[in-house]
């Protein structure tokens, strides 16, 4: 089972705009890093209504678990599924513009034999630093590196629009490197 493949499938039948984020899609950008897990970034709130979810869990044997987030939660919501098979796919509800804006970007490339929205690489930067944690933020640094004079400046321009704010640690991370 591609997990990629079921989950874009799954979006485009209810025409959810989506990319896919994290690891799998920073290792598309040229930062191979291991995981187990697949993310993916979403624009429709329908996603966080169980009843999304009913047809879903019974054709590919999954549990989706919706979460909505809270007014002050920089996110609209999260869905997690989980597979019979053991895999497992979190799914962020995007609440902010330039989360959208982000999927407007995005390229279709080839993950694992499935072509699929992934965002460019100073959009993955910006959610990385969104993010926050710890590997997030070495994710920024790994990903700044794979083409520094490129990625500072176009991160550089879009950094205004993100909420919250993380101007103070873009500016940090650029000084160390």
């Not at 979460?67 to 997690?80: E, F, M, N, S, Y």
């Not at 993955?124 to 004079?149: F, H, M, N, W, Y």
Request: hydrophobic letters at 45%; proline letters at 6%; zero cysteines.
């Amino acid at each position: 089972m591609n997990i990629v493949e079921v989950v874009a499938r799954f979006f485009e039948s209810i025409g959810a705009p989506y990319a896919l984020i994290g690891a799998r899609a920073i290792g598309v950008r040229g930062y191979p890093r291991m995981t187990v897990d697949y993310d993916f970034l979403v624009a429709d709130p329908r996603l966080l209504d169980r009843e999304t979810w009913r047809s879903f869990e019974k054709a590919e044997a999954a549990t989706a678990d919706p979460r909505k987030g809270d007014l002050d939660d920089p996110l609209a919501g999260v869905v997690h599924l989980a597979f019979e098979t053991g895999v497992e796919a979190d799914i962020v509800v995007a609440k902010w513009k330039w989360e959208l804006e982000i999927l407007q970007r995005a390229e279709r490339l080839d993950v694992g034999g499935v072509v699929v929205p992934v965002p460019v690489t100073s959009d993955l930067i910006l959610l990385k630093l969104a993010a926050g944690g710890p590997i997030d933020l070495q994710d920024v640094v790994a990903l700044v590196e794979t083409d520094r004079s490129r990625w500072i400046p176009e991160v550089d321009q879009k950094i205004a629009r993100v909420q919250p704010d993380v101007s103070a640690t873009w500016n940090k991370i650029k000084s160390s490197l």
